[in-house]
């Protein structure tokens, strides 16, 4: 038996890609002429990264990133967040960093001089709301194990990874050594899977680490089929339910559904006008894991994570412009 | 008499500061922190931008700029527009280059190599919507009359000068040859005010330009107040219809107030929910230029404004997300 672990520093450590992202409405021939699918996220190279943004309507520009923007959205629920991720020093690198610590999100990884740029990810948002990525990696891909801090990671009650930090090819080793670090320390990994393309890239990669070294797995509807390889929500439900301790399956509009061995609680989605659901599953994890964190009840869980998406679909950007402060507070167990 | 200008290549050259803002929410207590005057612009150096953007909250980016504002607005409503300013060889710049590029916009200006970076505006928004503006000019500073390309000035239906761009110094003298070849070529020559506080500092300046060289004034209330030194509208007005041969005088949620010689035309605004009124003036302005040059009614140049205002203060940004390209055609006179 291991001894009682200290009180974390840290409420939750994300580790993943800094992006900033580019936001822009675009018409649906955008996409076709493009050969985008609609939805997923795609890897570009800097080539195509220009070409594309070169056809983009103008766009805003806002920091992004899978699991930054969820711990700038738990920081603003109120939990106490880490980050680590790399960006170039160049002005998008400062703008990433000034906004995740503007958050209060601590960010320790420092930037990465001489190489490849801070990534981007172009995001063409079409009339009903949803959003296709192209994202250019840059300065991401020299994320590697050096940069996971383990005395870090031991300080955080969850060290939370990001699926699409499987791409750039030293992360997964980063992934390992943090998902050890947490571990040895006694405490939890959770993962998000990201993007159903992302696990048809890795699908074998991402089952080893589910089975083998998540605690808490977040994942939608597709993403959850494609990791089972199964057509049912129900049937990849259920797998899900067998290989990781908890699992917290998003479903869009349906709510979400949670499930802790024998335990199963479903939880509504709170109504909102979509604009742009860019971030919504990372809201959804940030309400979650900062009600989780702080103790509360897999209902509460749920609950903090469909008030935090609705925010962030409500308008452009990944990350909230309403003050979440009191949200927390408000959950009534 | 001189011979009747060939037709014009574009309907609307604007000649004006090229920045990047920088938009994040704020509590009234910012502004306090900082001594700001809410709904102002004030000039900052590189020192205060960097001290004000450590204790902003996160934000977006966006390409703006008041001219640069209505450029992309007036184009969005179908009008041919070019733009002239100044950006440096950056990532910001380029940023800027894009979207004014995508908005279609002919920007050609070459970017600045060597010198002070992209100029950035940083903006605090308020919970009641109003925008309090410092502005770090950077690039913009390079911008003179060596950068007034006489031959695209002649081009133009009507050259567009931003207010703003008398802070820095080496654009006064820009602005008064680029007014020269304008009216050398037949031309119509417009102004915004811009700021009340821009009133402020460069008065005698501002009265000269109006009398002597500006065909078409663009002020909201609190602008031709202080120029004239009057305390009320009414009278600053008056004054305006005898400087200068048309005026657009915009009073917010009152509507505009049209003088050209005996003529007055009042138009109302057009309703909307207030999110951000950052390019309320830049658009009302645009839609203005683009019913004008269209050959449309005045009371048609107020509406077009109105409709253009109304459409960027319903969102955060300066610049439209709705598709407004039918909106000339609409107008029925």
Redesign the interface.
């Known amino acids: 038996m291991t001894a009682p672990a200290a009180k974390p520093r840290f409420d939750i450590l994300g580790i993943g890609n800094a992006i900033v992202d580019v936001v ?2 675009v018409h649906e021939a955008f996409l076709s002429r493009h050969d985008m699918r609609k939805g997923g996220m795609a890897l570009i190279d800097a080539a195509t990264a220009e070409r594309l ?2 056809d ?8 992004g990133g899978s699991v930054a923007n969820t711990c ?1 959205v738990a920081a603003a629920l109120g939990a106490r967040v880490a980050f680590l991720g790399r960006v170039a020093d ?3 690198g400062g ?1 990433f960093r ?3 610590a ?2 209060g999100v601590h960010f320790p990884t420092p930037p990465l001089a001489g190489g490849a ?1 801070t990534a981007r990810c172009l995001i063409a948002v079409t009339q009903d709301g949803q959003r296709t990525m192209n994202t250019y990696l840059g300065a991401c891909v020299a994320f590697g194990p050096d940069e996971v801090d383990e005395v870090l990671v031991a300080e955080a009650a969850v060290t939370y990874l990001e699926g699409y930090l499987f791409d750039p090819p030293a992360a997964q080793a980063a992934f390992r050594r943090a998902a050890a670090a947490a571990h040895a320390a006694d405490r939890a990994v959770a993962l998000s899977l990201s993007d159903a393309f992302c696990v048809d890239r890795h699908r074998a990669a991402f089952r080893e680490l589910v089975s083998g070294h998540v605690d808490i797995l977040f994942a939608n509807e597709a993403e959850i089929c494609a990791l089972y390889e199964r057509d049912s929500f129900e049937a990849a439900a259920a797998l899900a339910r067998q290989d990781v301790a908890l699992a917290a399956l998003t479903r869009s509009e349906a709510g979400s559904f949670i499930v802790r061995g024998a335990e199963t609680v479903e939880v509504a989605a709170v109504p909102t006008r979509v604009v742009d659901t860019t971030g919504a599953g990372d809201a959804y994890a940030a309400g979650f894991l900062a009600a989780y964190t702080a103790g509360r009840s897999l209902a509460s869980c749920g609950r903090l994570g469909s008030i935090a998406a609705a925010e962030v679909i409500s ?3 990944a ?1 909230p ?1 309403r003050d979440l402060g009191g949200e927390l507070a408000a959950l009534v167990n």
């Open positions: 822009a409405p943004y070169a983009m309507p103008a766009g805003q520009e806002s920091s700038a160049d002005q998008l703008v000034h906004d995740i503007a958050a740029p308008h452009l950007g990350r412009l």
